[in-house]
Structures are given as structure tokens and as C-alpha cells.
């Protein structure tokens, strides 16, 4: 009796679906973002001078000047670390940058500025946020009247970019750029702030 019962029981359990356990399916971090390569894109903002940035030919206070800024920038970035990165940048920028005349007073205008900067900060949020300090050469021209020179000077600042697509990305930076003086005519030396938003667009050449 005691043989059979277990056969009975053998047979129920042979009848029993089988069950099996599936492993839980692994999902990937997503991979941290590289800074490392070449970019060329574009900004806009605006910039201003103070009351005291020019001298114009007639000796009096050439004013303050303001207006709209904007141009194209390309440059090249490497990734030291996930938390630090460093790059060489050079843009053009086209200005408003302009006082009328007068009577008494010529106008005076920044019509284009250029800089060589070098860039160095730390990476974030998955190395996708970059805050930045940048330096460099720069250079522009300046006209007063009849007279149109090209002045070299330097230039700092720092902004912030955000990489919201793997080969895009997105800028604010402050850049304050100052021209040398000198006496033909005797410019003050121009002293500009600017505030610019970007957009880059980045090559995998090395990736």
C-alpha cells in the first residue's frame, strides 16, 4: 500500500507544470559623456563698453557704447578625467557696438572682435555639465571717425555648457575683453563686457 501511495503521488507531480525563473534583465548605465574632440558652432548675446572706454579724435569722452554680439566660434577638447576637462577656442564676432556722431563728436564703433582663449574646469552630471574659466589673446577694431585701427589686447571670463544630445551643446559665458590704449589717436582702452549664449555641434573624428 505504502508503493503505491508514493506512485500515486509521483504520478500527480509528473502531471504538474514546470516552472522555471527568469533571470532579471540587466539595463546598462548610460555612459558618462566625453568632451574629447573638435566642435564649430554659433552665439548671440550682447555687450557693452563704460562711459569712459574711448577717447575720440575731437579729445572729448567718446561715450558708452552697446549693442547686439554675435558670431561663430570652433576649438578642440580633451578630457583629462570624468571630473576635468581643458580646450583652445577661437571665435569672430560681429558687434552693434557703435555711438552716433555729432556736431562736436565723431562716431565711434567696434565693428569685429576676435580672441584665442584656453579653456580649463570641472565636469559634472555625468561629465554632461562643464563650468569653465577661459583666457586669451584678443583683438578687434575699433573706428572713430575717419580712423579705423585694429587694436590687440586680452580677454577672460567663465560660463557654463551643457551637453543635452551626445554631439550637441549648449552655452552661456561672460567674457570681459580689454584693447591696449595707445596715443594715435589717444584711446582710453576699451574695456567690453559681453554676454553670449552658444550652440556646438561636435565631431566624433577620435571617438
Known amino acids: 500500500m505504502a508503493v503505491a501511495a508514493l506512485a500515486c503521488r509521483g504520478a500527480e507531480a509528473a502531471d504538474l507544470p514546470a516552472t522555471t525563473s527568469k533571470a532579471p534583465a540587466y539595463a546598462a548605465a548610460p ?3 566625453s568632451w574629447t574632440g573638435f566642435y564649430a558652432g554659433a552665439n ?3 555687450a557693452f563698453t563704460g562711459d569712459d572706454s574711448f577717447t575720440n579724435t575731437a579729445g572729448a569722452n567718446g561715450g558708452k557704447l552697446s549693442g547686439v554680439i554675435g558670431g561663430l566660434q570652433v576649438g578642440y577638447n580633451y578630457q583629462i578625467s570624468p571630473m576635468f576637462a581643458v580646450g583652445i577656442e577661437n571665435d569672430l564676432e560681429f558687434t552693434g557696438l557703435s ?14 572682435l576676435t580672441s584665442g ?6 565636469a559634472v552630471l555625468d561629465s554632461r555639465l562643464w563650468l569653465y574659466g577661459t583666457a586669451g589673446l584678443a583683438a578687434g577694431e575699433l573706428k572713430d571717425g575717419p580712423i579705423h585701427k585694429m587694436k590687440i589686447g586680452w580677454t577672460a571670463g567663465g560660463g557654463a555648457e551643457w551637453a ?5 551643446s549648449a552655452k552661456l559665458e561672460y567674457l570681459y575683453t580689454d584693447l591696449k590704449h595707445d596715443n594715435l589717436p589717444d584711446w582710453r582702452a576699451a574695456k567690453i563686457h559681453s554676454v553670449r549664449v552658444g550652440l556646438n555641434y561636435h565631431f ?4
Not at 582663449?117 to 570641472?122: D, E, M, Q, S, T
Not at 566624433?204 to 571617438?207: A, G
Open 99 to 112: 555711438r552716433k556722431g555729432d556736431v562736436v563728436n565723431p562716431a565711434v564703433s567696434t565693428p569685429w
Open 117 to 122: 582663449r584656453a579653456r580649463a574646469g570641472i
Open 204 to 207: 566624433d573624428l577620435f571617438r
Open 44 to 46: 548671440i548675446g550682447g
Open 164 to 168: 543635452f544630445q551626445p554631439k550637441w
Open 31 to 33: 555612459a558618462a559623456f
